[in-house]
């Protein structure tokens, strides 16, 4: 019995010392729980304090009698840190029905004791009555539910100071909209609790709402581009969702690209076009400073260097092979009102005056002569109005300046005006037959290399070339036209590139317009029809006074018109019909160091433009 004894007891100790260790070992070992959790909570009457952050919760107390959709999202889309929390509890319909009743019946009595005293007609107590009357109408028909609906809003912050800076903030917003909000003063703790999610309404201060008031309170405000076909164009900084967008499903696929110089405008570029290549679009750009080179030359596209000195040749009397039969009619007419637009810029230009008022390079008899030396001259090589007669070999400069030369009128002045363009110093590039091929995913016309007199020109021929092909073969195409303020000076090649903006859709061209002058660009009166006509917009970082013109073309608020002037670089407003985000284009390592422009970028590789 005594040998049983001892063992038990000595079990027993073991059992102690085990259990001893094991406690000792739980000390020491951290749940979930204990790292997430907070190091402290102290609650305040007016506030309290989560760790080493300052909070506070407001209710919404008072709405006006109207309130209209989309009133959340100054709330919403603020740049504080808030948790908001909305609770919305159905009321059966028979007894709203019933209390209805009974407040109409109060409501009535107390005007007809206010028309026995003679007192003034009260407004306010009619419109209650007209409100409870149209409420009844609508609930009885179902048109209308009823519910009780509580707003609570959380602020967080680091200081007290700076939790009041929020809170007035916060107040101003409701304020302006005529809705009320107050603290829950002594009732922090069952305000931190309603407001997390748990779905625990502990304040329950509610308001009475019917169906349309309610569905105003939406809370999901932010716009949201993410599409189910497309590229990615960058990070939508309002809800960190992804810009997806197909730029050929809207009304038409133009897009303009307004930033100041290193803003990132070409990197935004290039990275769609890059996408874009990979989704099966052909891409074509118009490059005055030698900027898409190497995107080209890394996905294997045509790189076209255009100068005095080079062996690239663009013939500006080609015409377009067009399958349709009343477009072909139609090639040789549209092609000879686009040449008199080339020569007014080659000789001379219509340039637009400091008041808006064109000054003509052509007097009225230069014009009408040169129509008819235009005429003659595609005559001359057997090419007429017939479509069959467009396959013979276009004219070219010199066949016009013969013409000009022998012809009655001014036709030997104007010869001579043009001479430099066929035996003279800007001779060659323009006079000869063209002998480039666009046959590739990606073709790049630089145009860095021509002389400042001969760039615009360069690029309105370059683009009456595309504008031919594109016509001859349509396919899903974009034309990216760089440095697009330069064809913006003359009001023939403005005119004529928002003529391309205009026709782009029915070829299935998406036109992309870069410039970084906003002033003159949106100055002239062609490039805001350019703007009008693009469905998509990006306006990344612009200098200051840019901002108001920007503003004034795209209606933009007081908040975005202070980020235009201090977004990074690389982030800005997107543009997509209706809707518009504030856009943060990301690229991965392997698209930064195709297209970059930034050598520190390039050897890092950062992702970022």
């Given amino acids: 019995m005594a040998k049983q004894t001892a063992v038990d007891v000595a079990a027993q100790q073991r059992a102690r010392e085990q259990a001893e260790v094991e406690q000792a070992f739980m000390k020491g070992v951290s749940t979930l729980r204990d790292l997430i959790a907070p190091s402290s909570i102290e609650i305040h009457s007016s506030y309290f304090r989560l760790g080493t952050k300052y909070g506070r919760t407001l209710y919404v107390y008072g709405y006006p009698r109207q309130i209209y959709t989309g009133w959340l999202s100054s709330l919403i889309n603020i740049d504080e840190v808030l948790d908001v929390s909305m609770y919305v509890y159905p009321v059966d319909s028979q007894v709203v029905l019933n ?4 407040k109409v019946t109060q409501l009535e009595a107390s005007t007809s004791i206010n028309n026995e005293k003679g007192k003034t007609r009260d407004p306010a107590l009619e419109a209650a009555i007209n409100d409870a009357e149209e409420l009844r109408d609508q609930i009885q028909l179902g048109a209308e539910r009823f519910f009780r609906f509580g707003l609570y809003v959380t602020l967080w912050a680091d200081s007290l100071d700076e939790l009041n800076f929020v809170q007035n903030k916060i107040e101003t917003l409701f304020g302006q909209q005529l809705v009320f909000s107050k603290v829950a ?3 922090q703790e069952q305000g931190l609790n309603s407001t997390i999610p748990q779905m625990s309404d502990q304040l329950q201060i509610r308001r009475n709402m019917n169906t349309g008031a309610i569905s105003t309170s939406f809370p999901f405000t932010s716009a949201d581009l993410t599409d189910n076909t497309g590229i990615l164009y960058g990070i939508n900084m309002h809800n960190n969702g992804l810009v997806i967008f197909d730029r050929y499903r809207l009304e038409n696929a133009n897009m303009v690209v307004f930033a100041k110089s290193g803003a990132g405008k070409s990197f935004t570029v290039k990275l769609e076009a890059l996408r874009s290549m990979m989704l099966g679009t052909e891409v074509i750009i118009i490059d005055p400073e030698n900027e898409y080179q190497k995107l080209a030359e890394a996905v294997g596209g045509s790189y076209v260097h255009l100068s005095l000195n080079s062996n690239t040749r663009i013939n500006p009397f080609d015409l377009p092979r067009v399958i349709d039969s009343d477009e072909a009619e139609d090639a040789l007419r549209a092609n000879l009102v686009t040449l008199h637009g080339l020569f007014r810029l080659m000789l001379g230009g219509t340039q637009i005056a400091a008041n808006g008022t064109a000054m003509a390079a052509l007097t009225p008899v230069e014009e009408a002569d040169l129509d008819q030396a235009l005429i003659d001259t595609y005559a001359r090589v057997g090419i007429t109005s017939d479509p069959l007669t467009h396959h013979s070999p276009p004219p070219v400069i010199s ?7 022998h012809m009655g009128g001014s036709g030997p002045q104007l010869a001579q005006r043009l001479r430099k363009y066929t035996t003279g110093t800007f001779a060659g590039i323009f006079s ?3 002998n480039i091929d666009i046959n590739n995913p990606m073709v790049v016309f630089n145009i860095r290399d021509l002389e400042d007199e001969l760039r615009p020109i360069a690029m309105y021929i370059v683009l009456s070339h595309i504008w031919n092909i594109t016509r001859t073969d349509q396919k899903k195409r974009m034309l990216i036209v760089d440095e697009a303020w330069q064809l913006m000076k003359y009001d023939d090649s403005a005119n004529f590139l928002f003529s391309l903006a205009k026709r782009a859709r029915k070829y299935y061209l998406g036109l992309t317009t870069i410039t970084q002058d906003v002033e003159d660009f949106i100055g002239s009166k062609m490039g805001r029809a350019i703007v009008a006509n693009s469905s998509m917009q990006l306006l990344l970082k612009q200098s200051a006074s840019a901002v108001d013109v920007l503003s004034d073309v795209f209606k933009l608020t007081e908040e975005e018109k202070k980020r235009l ?9 997107f543009f ?9 284009i990301q690229a991965s390592p392997t698209e930064q160091q195709l297209i970059t422009t930034n050598p520190q970028a390039a050897v890092q590789g950062n992702g970022n433009p």
Avoid: C, E, M, W
């Fill in 576 to 584: 997509a019909g209706q809707s518009h985000v504030h856009i943060n």
């Fill in 399 to 405: 066949d016009l300046y013969d013409t000009l030369l």
């Fill in 99 to 102: 209390n209805l009743r009974k």
């Fill in 432 to 434: 000869q037959q063209s």
């Fill in 185 to 187: 003063s002594s009732q």
């Fill in 565 to 573: 002037a201090n977004f990074p670089i690389g982030q800005g407003l």
